[in-house]
């Protein structure tokens, strides 16, 4: 830490997985605008420059006081020449040129407001942005053929784009061990994501199932989405099925091979309750009472052997699954994926039954979920 003097440097490890950044920290406005930048990469599939950016505003979320000089910044990992640029920019003149027209750009709006409906990545955005479409009115006067999901997405486009509370993720999770625990005593569920992580709010609620006798979680999803169904809890839902195998190679990548359900909830309201949403409103001018709210939830089963990394995965943030990953294989010669840990040297299988005994066999520092917010 620095006594004042300028040339004094605070040194922060390189990999985001070996630091502990908690939701609060001192320097918003360097984080938001190089996240801005970060989410345009995404929207233009520039993955490379996207993770640069990922990497600029998470040594600026661990950053112990709030930037007022580059200089600071001497001896931090991942600031680039453009991310020094844009902090450099907004230390002089309060603020970016290149994020505000970014942010005002027309592509950028529109690839946004696109890619917020359930089902439309950047890809299918960036067609549909190429074809003059901005808008939801125009995406359906261009009579173009949806998914069913997208139809979904559209049909429920302004629950979803609002962000889920604590509160109801809590009144989900109720829901979902009703319904695991009926199909299955015993079973074990296990809030993932970024409410594990401490948010107070989501664009979605990530739920681990497993059950304590490895077999015995095999073909869960199903039932306990026809149990939900006949509760008449789902507005969409759409189920996979595990397809892990050890054969399937080293097991480095991002996506997984669990048993699994991405859906749309149908949340009762409290009676009541506030209006949430536009549609509320209408509904209610039409002396209509909606009394639920669509909401997005991930359900994912796996083996109980494998739940620690399950739950080491699926608990993010996606910035800091990726640098855990990227250690692994650069530091430790190692792949880590949500269903295992690959010693390439050793080559064998490491176990573990906890979240711990993975960063002891990755040599790191224990993280708790809440400080794993890069
Ligand atoms: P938010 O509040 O926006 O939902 P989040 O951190 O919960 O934030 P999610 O997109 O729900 O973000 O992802 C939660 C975790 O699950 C992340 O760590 C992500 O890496 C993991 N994950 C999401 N989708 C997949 C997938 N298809 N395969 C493997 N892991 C995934
Ligand atoms: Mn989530
Ligand atoms: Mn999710």
Not at 170 to 199: H, Y
Request: with cysteine; hydrophobic share 35%.
């Amino acid at each position: 830490a620095s006594s004042g003097d300028e040339t004094a440097t605070f040194s922060m490890p390189i990999y985001a997985c070996q630091r502990r950044t908690t939701l609060d920290h001192r320097n918003a406005v360097f984080t938001e605008a190089l996240s801005l930048l970060a989410e345009n990469a995404e929207l233009s599939q520039d993955e490379g420059r996207a993770v640069a950016f990922r990497r600029a505003a998470a040594t600026l979320k661990a950053f112990p006081e709030p930037l007022t000089d580059a200089r600071q910044l001497r001896g931090c990992p991942c600031l680039g020449q453009h991310s020094l640029s844009v902090i450099q920019d907004i230390l002089e003149n309060g603020s970016s040129r290149e994020v505000e027209a970014t942010r005002r750009s027309e592509r950028f709006k529109a690839m946004k407001l696109l890619t917020a409906i359930f089902g439309v990545g950047a890809k299918t955005a960036a067609q549909w942005f190429q074809e003059g479409i901005r808008n939801l009115p125009q995406l359906h006067q261009s009579g173009r053929v949806l998914t069913r999901a997208q139809q979904a997405g559209v049909a429920h486009y302004d629950d979803l784009t609002q962000s889920v509370t604590r509160a109801e993720a809590d009144t989900i999770g109720q829901i979902v061990e009703e319904a695991v625990g009926a199909k299955l005593p015993s079973a074990r569920v296990t809030l993932v994501g970024g409410f594990r992580r401490g948010k107070l709010s989501g664009h979605d609620v990530d739920f681990l199932i497993t059950h304590p006798e490895e077999g015995r979680e095999e073909g869960l999803i199903p039932k306990v989405v026809a149990h939900l169904e006949a509760r008449d809890f789902l507005l969409y839902h759409k189920n996979n099925r595990n397809s892990y195998t050890e054969a399937s190679g080293t097991p480095a990548s991002t996506m997984d091979h669990f048993e699994r359900c991405f859906s749309i909830f149908k949340l009762p309201m409290p009676e009541g309750g506030e209006p949430h949403s536009r549609q509320d409103d209408v509904a209610l001018r039409r002396g209509e009472c909606r009394r639920w709210r669509a909401v997005r939830v991930d359900l994912v089963v796996c083996p109980f052997s494998q739940f620690a990394f399950a739950l080491l995965g699926w608990t993010g943030s996606k910035l800091f699954e990726r640098e855990l990953r990227r250690w692994a294989t650069q530091q430790k010669n190692m792949s880590l994926s949500s269903h295992a840990l690959y010693d390439n040297k050793q080559r064998k299988y490491l176990k573990a039954a906890t979240e711990e005994e993975i960063f002891a066999h990755l040599s790191l520092e224990y993280i708790p979920p809440s400080e794993r917010n890069a």
